[in-house]
RNA sequence: GUCCCCAUCGUCUAGCUCGGUCCAGGACACCAGAUUUUCAUUCUGGGUACAGGGGUUCAAAUCCCCUUGGGGACGCCA
């Protein structure tokens, strides 16, 4: 039977972020992805952190990354590896790949191949790499390396086969010339490992049996595939998938506006809505609605429905998903994830969370992101109510105040506990009781009432406010909107 | 420059493997109506696409070729 991604291989996949920089959408697909199908196997996601750019890599980038991981629900399975401690190993199995004559020194200098690069461009030739060092003889190597000039090892591409041959699990068969590249850096002159060597390793080391990743490593999967022949290893499956373009199909670029995840978070996304809108720009989310939770997320996605080429992401999409799930979560999903909250004080803080969710409840379907809600939470927490032009507009007319008297005179004879919300099956009598007896309706009746008590024309349903703001406190508020009464 | 990948509504896509059931289906967005005694929510309806050109065939979104467009790779970066 031919392998499948749903062919029920429990699949050991790996995100390998090198950390240089904040998390982008494009990673964040990546890792999405590499989660999804192992959590959907039933396999294993790992981690890895490819830390062997001594310059560009640094601990605050990795610390962005791993808590942006951590902020989608993408956690790793087993603990997180670091390729820097492994630099032994690496250099080990590139020694090995040298004595086996796989690989060979090369004593070209920065300079040098910068050279090299601009005369190839100049005759319009790819810019590949000579192989000036490959013709050495075994005594000038020697002599080289006695008289301490700095080295690199190469692999030797040209002896290996003339194309190579993958299947790839979303793109189908595969065939990269190996005319594609020059002889590639194994190990670097100062003794660390390149990319393609330590990837092979760690990925053998660790036992990845499915490598997903975007288009732009099908070069380097032909290289690593080379590498794994090399060591006589069998290479995991693998999986590439196309990039993320924006909306002039160009790649996503800072330049061009794409957000990091830091910013993403700051902006008031939701995660789960990030992570649906990520995983469903391949089209493999079945369905439609959203998604409740990871695990609901994982029931609903289909691998093998991913799309081949390149996925648009549109600012816009998001912002519209994301309004959905402020919308539609339950209010215990979104509390965590709420921001500025702390502003909002002690009334806030001393509030048990089943009385903070009552809240969110109430003003969720107004909210657009994760710091719309204090603004709106304020309104109901203070008994100071901001009137707008517009509320001072409709309070000063006299059939509006018609209105709010009429209510007061109502709530006044309850004799209910004017420290807490009424009851909510008192609310709709209430209300059309009010509505009867100032002889209005409609828009007429609710219109007045929401400037009164928002002092706005937006807001909460207007029989959740009732449902959530103490007696007293919608009294005070109606007294307060009456003093617009004209004379 | 050389090589590789991709090409269906605005967006994500179904269909392409085994040509007819597709004057191309869905979702999101958009527009219009309806419901809700308010905004929101919800519901119903609507418009919009097979990049272009050649083949093959009784028949092509589906197969072949070319063109165009887009993306990617070619580093002691990952």
């Not at 039933?42 to 991981?69: K, N």
């Not at 790839?168 to 490992?193: C, E, H, Y």
């Not at 790649?251 to 939701?270: D, E, T, V």
């Not at 209300?431 to 828009?443: D, H, S």
Request: charged content about 20%; proline content about 6%.
């Amino acid at each position: 039977m031919t392998t499948t991604l749903m062919s029920g291989t429990p699949w050991r996949t790996r995100f390998a972020p090198s950390p240089t920089g904040a998390m982008h959408l494009g990673n964040a697909r990546t890792a999405i992805l590499n989660w999804l199908i192992a959590r959907q196997s039933q396999g294993t996601f790992c981690v890895r952190l490819e830390d062997t750019d001594q310059e560009r890599s640094s601990f605050a980038s990795e610390a962005s990354i791993l808590s942006a991981l951590d902020w989608m629900g993408l956690t790793p399975q087993e603990p997180v590896r670091r390729q820097s401690t492994r630099l032994e190993r690496y250099k080990d199995t590139a020694l090995k790949l040298w004595e086996k004559g796989l690989a060979y020194p090369c004593f070209c200098t920065e300079a040098d191949l910068q050279q090299d690069r601009k005369t190839a461009a100049a005759k319009g030739m790819p810019p590949r790499y000579s192989r000036r060092c490959a013709a050495l003889q075994p005594e000038e190597v020697r002599e080289k390396i006695n008289a301490g000039i700095p080295f690199t090892l190469r692999f030797k591409v040209a002896d290996a086969p003339e194309g190579i041959h993958f299947r790839d699990l979303l793109k189908g068969d595969m065939d990269i010339p190996t005319q594609a590249f020059g002889d590639f850096v194994i190990l670097r002159s100062n003794g660390w490992p390149s990319y393609n060597l330590a990837v092979v390793v760690d990925d053998l080391d660790m036992h990845i049996n499915l490598v997903v990743r975007g288009e732009d490593h099908l070069t380097n999967t032909a290289r690593q595939i080379l590498l794994y022949r090399a060591l006589d290893a069998t290479p995991p499956y693998f999986a590439h998938h196309g990039l993320l373009v924006d909306q002039e199909h160009k790649k996503l670029s800072k330049r061009a506006g794409a957000k990091s995840l830091p910013q993403l978070m700051a902006a008031g996304i939701h995660p789960l809505a990030l992570v649906h809108y990520l995983a469903g720009l391949s089209g493999a989310i079945k369905g439609k609605g959203i998604v409740y939770s990871m695990d609901d997320l994982v029931q609903r996605f289909n691998p093998m429905r991913l799309g081949r080429g390149n996925a648009v992401f549109l600012d816009e999409d998001l912002e519209n998903i994301n309004h959905t799930y402020w919308h539609k979560l339950p209010a215990h999903d979104l509390l965590p994830h709420i921001q500025g909250l702390e502003s909002l004080g002690r009334p806030w803080q001393d509030m048990p969370d089943k009385h903070k969710e009552n809240l969110i409840a109430i003003v969720q379907q107004n909210a657009t992101g994760a710091h719309s809600f204090t603004s709106l939470l304020a309104t109901l927490l203070t008994d100071e109510v901001t009137y707008s032009l517009e509320a001072v507009r409709v309070l000063t007319r006299p059939k509006n105040q018609k209105v709010i008297q009429v209510l007061c005179q109502i709530l006044a004879a309850n004799t209910a506990d004017r420290n807490q919300p009424l009851p909510l099956q008192e609310i709709d009598a209430l209300l059309t009781q009010t509505g009867t007896m100032a002889g209005v309706k409609g828009k007429d009746l609710y219109f007045p009432l929401r400037m009164a008590l928002m002092g706005s024309s937006e807001g909460p349903e207007i029989k959740g406010l009732f449902h959530v703001l103490p007696l007293s406190n919608v009294l005070s508020r109606l007294e307060k909107a009456r003093e617009f009464a004209p004379d």
